[in-house]
Structures are given as C-alpha cells and as structure tokens.
C-alpha cells in the first residue's frame, strides 16, 4: 500500500488527463474531412460557403482543392477513368457536363437515396434539365447559370454616338453600329468573331435539342442556325469590330484596361470578373444589356456532382444541397460573384431591385431574371467538346484561310458525324 499523500491528486491527474485525451480522440473521430474539388472562380462561392456550412455542420472540415479550369477537368478526368484521387464533392462547368454523365462514373443523384428530382421544381425551367444524362440520370446539380448578357461601355458608346437601341435592335445593326464605334473611338466591341457565334448558336435552340447535337443525337453543324451565326462572324471580321483576342488571356484583361474593348457578349456572372480584375478602373461605365434581336441564351453555369467511388456520400450530399438550394449562399455568391442563382426563390424583389454601382447603379438584376424566364432548357451531349473543337476549327477556316462558309460547315458536320458515330 502506497501512503504518499500526493497518490491521490496525481492519480486524479492522470485519470483527467486520460478522459481530455479520450474526449479529443473522440471528437477527431468524429470529424468528416470532405475534399472538394473546383475551379476559379466558382471555387469562391466555396470560400464564401464554408464558415456558413460550419455552423450547421460542425462535425464537417471542408478542404478546398482548386486548379485552374483546363487542367482542374483534364484532373478530374483522370481520376474518373482510374478510380484514384476522386474528391468526395466534384465542380463542374457546363461545357463539360455531358461528357461526365456519359462516363457513369457519378452519381445518379436523381436515385435514391438522393431523389434530387424532387428539387427540380425549385429551379429555373432551364437549369435543372443540364445535368440530366441521356438515360434520365441526375448526374450533376446546378448551382449557378448565365444569362446571356451584352456588356457594353456607355462612356465610350456617347463618344460615338451610338446607343444601346443601336446595339440590340439586331444582329446587323450590332455589326453596323459597332463599325461606328470603331471608326470614332478606335475600340473594338468583339473579343473575337467567335464571340458572336457562340451567342447566336445558344439563342436558337429549340427546348430539349442539344448546342450542337438535336434531340436524336445527330450532329446540327450544317444546319440555318450555324450558317448564319458563321456569316455574323464573317461580317464582323469584315468590318473590323473584333480584336483577334484570346479571351481570359492577359491580352483580353489588358484590351478592357486600355479602353481598347468597348463590349463583351457573355453570361451574367462576367459582371464579377469586371467588377475584381477585368476592368475594376471602369467602375460605373459599364452597362448591361439585352442581347440583340431580343434573344435569350444561357452562357455558361457550373454544376456539383458526387463520384460513385467514395464512402462518403451522405456527408457529399449533404454539401451539395447546401451549395446548390441555400438562398443564403446563392445569394452571397450573387452579391460577391455575379453568380447568377440556379434557384428561383434567391430572387426576391427587393433584392433584385438594388441598383449595381459597377453597372452605374442599374437594376441590372431585374434584366437577368427577366432572361432566366425564357432561356430554353439545353440537352447535354457527351460529344460537346469534340463538336467544340470542330466548329472552332471551321470557323478559322473561314476567318483566315478563306473557306466558303457552307464548303467549312460541310466538311465540319462530316467530320463530326465520323467521330461520333453518328
């Protein structure tokens, strides 16, 4: 027996000491890390989320991980096709949507124990039906999309003479009115030609048909709709209005800080990218608009989806219904991002009311959601990118090698039928 007094402090000790040890390895077991995966600057409405996730969801740790747009796909490529470095939430744009549902590797979130399909009826009409696969699968959730937006600088529009009426009425009075604005300020108002085809090709769908594939899957590239937003682009080309730029390349940030680009057809959430580092120096210049001819398109939206390789998948599930049908967040992500909400309910009056100081304090908002009613919804295809990467080559074809633009779309249409066998 030990008669030391001290025995029974320092036996109260270590026994205290033991439980704090127990309660913490308790609570790091109880701990879920949820790797999430994205890509600027979607990966900020993640940044904005977290703490507001924390609240709720004490017991969860989310870790970002982010790369650059291209090389964040060609990753999560990757790691769909081996079934390693899968993160438990997945990011993904728009563009990319029918190839990832085509690959089975997610989740068919419209599937129990999900049932996603339930939510559908808290979207805009348009939205939802993007990241359903061909087969009816759910495979990705929208959390913002892109009104069809033309962006224009009114400074430089009064210098020239031209108005917004000028701009919009048409497609040729677009062309004719920007030649002006180049004779007389020496700005150009298109990024390039292909600006003006990838806006007109998405304003021409009809409900349910794909960008470049129909309802049946058979390749469109030879179609009215193609050849017309080819000769647009050809006419602009000829009157001298696009830059030859690049878009998202120092050159296109540079051409708006030096006054050299006076208008950008684009989704509503560009309205972020100007406000942060586009054209900051522009604040209260820039003006929104409908797109000309009175068409509605949807440009751009970026998606959450949950790989099937994963243990994780209540916890995923979980996040991605918070990023997705939050009205905080999507809120948040409107006011900080110009990320358009996927939901409706984040469109309340009040808030789509207030003046944008960057916009020269326009109700721009009120444009957006009036274009969100009417966008018609856009079936993915698998073959997207390929179709991408064959217009985009026939339309140089055409700009700088001279190609008629029927012989372009011909040859197009033919190439892509023999690469998707179709």
């Given at each position: 027996m030990n008669a030391n007094p001290l025995f029974p402090a320092r036996r109260a000790v270590l026994l205290g000491a033991a439980a704090l040890a127990?309660?913490?390895?308790?609570?790091?077991?109880?701990?879920?890390?949820?790797?999430?995966?994205?890509?600027?600057?979607?990966?900020?409405?993640?940044?904005?989320?977290?703490?507001?996730?924390?609240?709720?969801?004490?017991?969860?740790e989310i870790k970002l991980v982010s790369l650059g747009y291209a090389d964040h796909h060609t990753a999560m490529t990757?790691?769909?096709?081996?079934?390693?470095?899968?993160?438990?939430?997945?990011?993904?744009?728009?563009?990319?949507?029918?190839?990832?549902?085509?690959?089975?590797?997610?989740?068919?979130?419209?599937?129990?124990?999900?049932?996603?399909?339930?939510?559908?009826?808290?979207?805009?009409?348009?939205?939802?039906?993007?990241?359903?696969?061909?087969?009816?699968?759910?495979a990705a959730i929208p959390a913002d999309v892109g009104p069809g937006t033309l962006f224009y600088r009114k400074d430089i529009l009064d210098k020239a003479g031209v108005t917004e009426a000028d701009l919009n009425k048409s497609w040729e009075s677009f062309i004719t009115s920007s030649k002006t604005v180049r004779e007389k300020t020496g700005a150009y108002m298109l990024t390039s030609a292909a600006d003006i085809v990838n806006i007109y090709i998405r304003t021409t769908i009809k409900p349910g048909e794909g960008l470049y594939f129909d309802k049946a899957g058979k390749p469109q590239l030879d179609t009215p709709r193609f050849k017309k937003a080819f000769e647009l682009a050809v006419a602009a080309r000829k009157a001298d209005i696009d830059g030859k730029i690049a878009p998202w390349s120092n050159e296109w940030r540079e051409a708006f800080r030096s006054n050299k680009l006076a208008s950008q057809m684009m989704g509503a959430w560009l309205t972020g990218h100007l406000t942060a580092w586009l054209n900051p120096e522009a604040a209260g210049q820039w003006r929104a608009a409908p797109l000309p001819a009175g068409a509605f398109a949807s440009w751009g939206g970026s998606f959450y989806a949950i790989p099937k390789v994963g243990k994780?998948?209540?916890?995923?599930?979980?996040?991605?219904?918070?990023?997705?049908?939050?009205k905080e967040i999507q809120t948040l992500s409107f006011v900080k991002m110009g990320a358009y909400p996927a939901i409706v309910e984040a469109q309340d009056k009040a808030f789509l009311s207030e003046p944008i100081p960057y916009l020269g304090g326009q109700q721009a908002r009120l444009l957006w959601s009036d274009a969100a009613a009417k966008i018609p919804s856009m079936k993915p295809d698998r073959f997207d990118g390929v179709a991408l990467e064959i217009t985009t080559a026939a339309l140089d074809d055409v700009l700088e090698r001279g190609k008629s633009v029927d012989q372009a779309l011909a040859d197009a249409n033919a190439q892509l039928k023999r690469r998707t066998r179709r």
């Open positions: 127990f309660a913490q390895g308790t609570v790091a077991a109880a701990t879920t890390t949820l790797t999430v995966a994205s890509f600027p600057s979607f990966d900020d409405s993640i940044k904005l989320a977290i703490p507001l996730y924390k609240k709720l969801h004490p017991e969860v990757t790691a769909l096709a081996t079934g390693a470095n899968l993160p438990d939430v997945m990011g993904l744009e728009i563009n990319y949507i029918g190839k990832f549902a085509e690959s089975k590797g997610l989740e068919d979130l419209g599937a129990a124990p999900y049932n996603a399909k339930q939510m559908q009826k808290l979207f805009h009409a348009f939205a939802f039906p993007q990241g359903v696969d061909a087969s009816g699968s759910v994780q998948k209540k916890e995923a599930w979980e996040f991605v219904k918070f990023m997705t049908t939050n």
